[in-house]
Structure formats: structure tokens, C-alpha cells
């Protein structure tokens, strides 16, 4: 069953602006990635949080995680049009099968606007 | 740029064909994957291969088998697809499995596949 799911599923902002992207999650998790996706490309990692962590940076980026209300945040600030992509959350479990499984929402499409 | 190849980037087969994809990591991992991507669909997990061993297979229909030669190399071969196989099929990399909190996995750029 999905686990991640993106709010919003499409995203217009002027560059420059701040864009600022939700995941909500179902069942507990150990961690929670964001990954970006140029048009037809693979998938970029952009950045990790714990369950034990509640805010991260990296460069532009900003993620929380609020594991009582099973949400993320990702927010990218001072956009630019290099920024223009899909971007989804993923969540971490372990599988049945002993594995650390990462699900897959269906992201969320960013474009920024020059 | 993130030291996970594909070949091929594009391919077309009709059902009947037999293909493979290959899938080459030069980060020194243990653990590949397949993925399949679907307009509109989340990423789907297809198979998980941790030194060499399949340790996951997530109800793939038969007409796609993984093989794992060895920890760099990881292909899927095709043989009588369906037109809603269709999609982009991604290869991604990771040190290891199985650990508490979590492994970044490193993709490929994907082979978009059309089945006719």
C-alpha cells in the first residue's frame, strides 16, 4: 500500500520565491528521504531525516518531521529554475523480508517560473 | 553524475521479443534494485538483490527475471511483455541492506521502455 503521499501535486511559484512541498506517512518509520526527478531522469537524493530527528538543513533545503501527525515538510528557499522538477518523499521500514524498504510517493511537480 | 549506469536508455519491443536491461554500479555497493516508475503511479519496488542474492521480490509477474552476476552488475530480462508494461524502469544502488537507519540509494538515469 502507498505510504508516502505529496501535498501538493503541482507547484507554480516565481523564482526567487520559497516552495514549500508535505508528505503524510500511514505507519511508523525509521527514516525519511526526499528525492528530486528531472523530467524522464533518475532520482537524486537530497537529504535524510531520523524518526528521532525533527528538522534537517542542507544548503537551500529545509526538512521537518513531525512523526506524531506522520508529516514532512521540504522547503526550498530562494528558488531558482534549475530547481524545476518532481519531487517525492520516501519512507524507510523494515520489510518482511529483513530489508530496509523504501516506499515511494507520487511526488509532487515543482515549477518555477524565471 | 551519481555512478549508476543504464544501457539502454531507450528501448522498443514488442511482446513477443526477449531483452535485457543492464544495470552497472561503480560505487563499491552491496545492495541493487529494480524499480518500475508508471505515469501517475508511485515508484514500484520489483526486486531487491543484496551480494548477489535475491532477498526480495515483491510479486513481479514471471515474464521479468533479475539476475545479479556480481555486486557492480544487475540485469532484467523481458520476454513476452504486455503494452501496460511499458514505463521507466530504474536501477538504484545502496552500501547495504537491512540497517536500523536506513541507506541513501543512488539511482540510475532509467530505460524507458515501449512495448508495442
Known amino acids: 500500500s502507498q505510504q508516502g503521499e505529496e501535498d501538493p501535486q503541482a507547484l507554480s511559484i516565481q523564482e526567487g520565491e520559497n516552495a514549500t512541498m508535505n508528505c503524510s506517512y500511514k505507519t511508523s518509520i525509521n527514516n525519511l528521504q526526499w528525492y528530486r526527478q528531472n523530467s524522464g531522469r533518475g532520482l537524486v537524493h537530497l537529504i535524510l531525516i531520523r524518526s528521532n530527528e525533527r528538522e534537517k538543513h542542507s544548503g537551500r533545503l529545509r526538512v521537518t518531521l513531525d512523526t506524531s501527525k506522520k508529516s514532512s515538510s521540504l522547503l526550498i528557499t530562494a528558488s531558482r529554475a534549475a530547481d524545476t522538477a518532481s519531487y517525492f518523499c520516501a519512507t524507510s521500514n523494515i520489510s518482511n523480508f529483513g530489508n530496509e524498504k523504501l516506499t515511494f510517493g507520487t511526488g509532487t511537480r515543482l515549477t518555477i517560473i524565471p | 553524475e551519481t555512478g549508476v549506469t543504464q544501457t539502454p536508455r531507450h528501448l522498443v519491443m514488442g511482446m513477443t521479443n526477449k531483452k535485457s536491461l543492464k544495470c552497472e554500479q561503480h560505487?563499491?555497493?552491496?545492495?541493487m534494485y529494480w524499480y518500475k516508475q508508471s505515469a501517475k503511479k508511485p515508484l514500484e519496488l520489483m526486486f531487491v538483490y543484496s551480494l548477489e542474492e535475491r532477498v526480495e521480490n515483491n510479486s513481479v509477474p514471471s515474464r521479468f527475471s533479475p539476475e545479479c552476476p556480481n555486486s557492480s552488475h544487475l540485469f532484467l530480462h523481458l520476454h513476452t511483455l504486455q503494452p501496460e508494461d511499458s514505463a521507466l524502469y530504474l536501477c538504484a544502488s545502496s552500501q547495504n541492506t537491512g540497517t536500523r537507519w536506513g541507506d541513501t540509494q543512488y539511482f540510475g538515469p532509467g530505460t524507458r521502455l515501449t512495448v508495442l
Open positions: 560505487l563499491g555497493h552491496n545492495a
